[in-house]
């Protein structure tokens, strides 16, 4: 036997460094709640997209009737406004809610959803039963503001 008990020492041995493969459960657990808040935040931001390109294609739509308003005499006028308001309105709200409207339950509605007074105390009256009547006098002046007012109005649709 040798003197010197340190010579019989042998080096520190490091185990080997751990690998990156598989990861912790931790980082399963991580890597889903990723994934799952991607796929809502994808979808709430398609629902936005979808929602702005119906309201811009609408506001769209307004304008060309505007600018085809003289062209038109005031009955096609209030038509026009009368469809796109109501398809608006069935987009938004349903149509098991908008399509029983018609007169007054029509406006009320139009009033009560734009905040206003105007579609049954102002130029929107033309609305409700302009279609019965044989002759019909629009206000286009207000009547097209009111209705681009409405449409830019929040919606949930």
């Avoid at 979808?43 to 936005?48: A, I, S, W």
């Avoid at 026009?80 to 399509?99: D, F, H, K, P, W």
């Avoid at 029983?100 to 339950?105: A, F, I, M, S, W």
């Amino acid at each position: 036997m040798n003197g010197d008990p340190l010579a019989q020492l042998r080096d520190i041995h490091l185990p080997e460094p751990v690998g990156w493969w598989p990861p912790a459960p931790g980082w399963w657990v991580l890597g889903v709640i990723v994934l799952v808040l991607a796929a809502v935040a994808a979808r709430y931001l398609v629902r936005y997209i979808s929602r702005g390109r119906f309201r811009r294609e609408a506001r769209r739509e307004l304008s060309n009737l505007a600018g085809n308003q003289a062209g038109m005499d005031d009955r096609q006028l209030v038509e026009q406004l009368n469809i796109l308001l109501r398809q608006v309105a069935i987009r938004a709200y349903g149509r098991e809610t908008v399509s029983p409207l018609v007169g007054g339950r029509w406006l009320e509605f139009l009033n009560r959803k734009g905040d206003t007074d105007q579609f049954t105390a102002g130029p929107g009256q033309v609305l409700g039963d302009g279609h019965y009547r044989s002759e019909i006098k629009a206000d286009a002046e207000r009547l097209v503001p009111l209705v681009e007012k409405w449409l830019r109005r929040r919606h949930p649709c």
